[in-house]
């Protein structure tokens, strides 16, 4: 190829990938998802969970999340009620393990309604591979006392297992042991 042609090719690579982003819907989501789902995370940059499902493990009446393929499927039964995650009885918060090191906090589900509820706020992304239109979850307030606005989600390496954490805004503290990750809702397996 000239050097004429490739340049154009490229300038032409740059107009297709600047304008393939995916286009979102007018309407706002809403904090209510009734429609039963489940969730996978996304780093394109950490292979090692990019793409991987959420999956429950049962510990007494509480449900931990951890990435398949540990854990049970969660079989699309997550909903979204007022940006509570809700399985059965159980919602999602954001307490216990709290680690001073790094200033991060275990996520799981549990009935339990003394533990800091996590708010989430659905919204709409572009899958980074696929440019498929996405709905994600952010952390919108984690209901301590006073609240605590932002945050994000990551996961951590246990062993063998890889558990879902949480981690305030603007934290310092974070160490590559920390993996940052969106929350991508999904149905159907
Ligand atoms: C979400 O659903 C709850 C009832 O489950 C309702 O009280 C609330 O108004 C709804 N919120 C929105 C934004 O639709
Ligand atoms: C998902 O379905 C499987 C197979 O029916 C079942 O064993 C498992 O308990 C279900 N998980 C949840 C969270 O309902
Ligand atoms: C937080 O720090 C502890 C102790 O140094 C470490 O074991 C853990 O992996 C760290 N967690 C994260 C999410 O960075
Ligand atoms: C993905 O991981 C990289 C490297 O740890 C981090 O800089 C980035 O913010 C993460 N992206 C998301 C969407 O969490």
Known sequence: MSPLLSAFCLALLGIVASTSACQFPDTPLSSNITDGFSIYVQNASIPVIHNRVLNFRP???DMHLVL???G?????TLYLQNGRVIYNTLHAVIDLEYDPDNSTTKIFMTDR???PVGIFQPVYGCNPETDALQIE??????????????GKVGIRR???TYEFRYSP???????????SVTLVLFRNG
Do not use: I
């Open 113 to 115: 309604t003394y533990h």
């Open 137 to 150: 979850l952010e952390v919108a307030t984690r209901l301590t006392d006073p609240p605590v606005n932002g």
């Open 158 to 160: 246990v062993v063998d």
């Open 59 to 61: 510990n007494g009446l």
């Open 169 to 179: 805004p603007d934290n310092s503290l974070l160490t590559p042991e920390w993996l």
């Open 68 to 70: 398949r393929p540990a």
């Open 72 to 76: 049970e499927p969660t079989n699309d």
